[in-house]
């Protein structure tokens, strides 16, 4: 079984993130994957997902993002842990505006995947 949470964590509140956890596991079979894509949470990030992908180049609407709910791949690990999830990689991912493209890096500073697995 997948299960894909993408662009979607960073805009819950510290427990509805928990909520959503403990209803994954609750209703995933074992060895099921989870993929997440979502903002770190660092100054870095909100500089570039709000300050200037939201206010200044008005990629996205004002007031999409709140940089309190952002999550850090080392929160990540520990409500995956909690929750008996087995956080097993994390991907960096990379926005080109001129381009309008992504890519997958290790820079993992602002956008990140991770893969947990149940």
Do not use: C, R, W
Not at 4 to 18: G, M, N, S, T, V
Not at 39 to 47: D, P
Not at 77 to 96: A, P, V
Request: aromatic share 16%; net charge positive.
């Amino acid at each position: 079984m997948l299960f894909f949470l993408f662009e979607f964590l960073e805009h819950l509140e510290e427990q509805d993130k928990h909520q959503l956890f403990e209803n994954l596991t609750k209703n995933l079979n074992k060895n099921a994957y989870i993929f997440i894509s979502t903002i770190n949470k660092n100054l870095l990030s909100k500089y570039l997902a709000i300050d200037i992908a939201e206010n200044l180049l008005k990629l996205l609407p004002k007031k999409t993002h709140d940089f309190n709910l952002f999550l850090s791949p080392s929160k990540l690990q520990s409500i995956s842990q909690k929750y008996n999830l087995n956080l097993m990689d994390i991907e960096g991912m990379q926005y080109n505006p001129i381009f309008k493209s992504f890519k997958l890096s290790k820079f993992d500073l602002v956008n990140y995947f991770g893969t947990l697995k149940y």
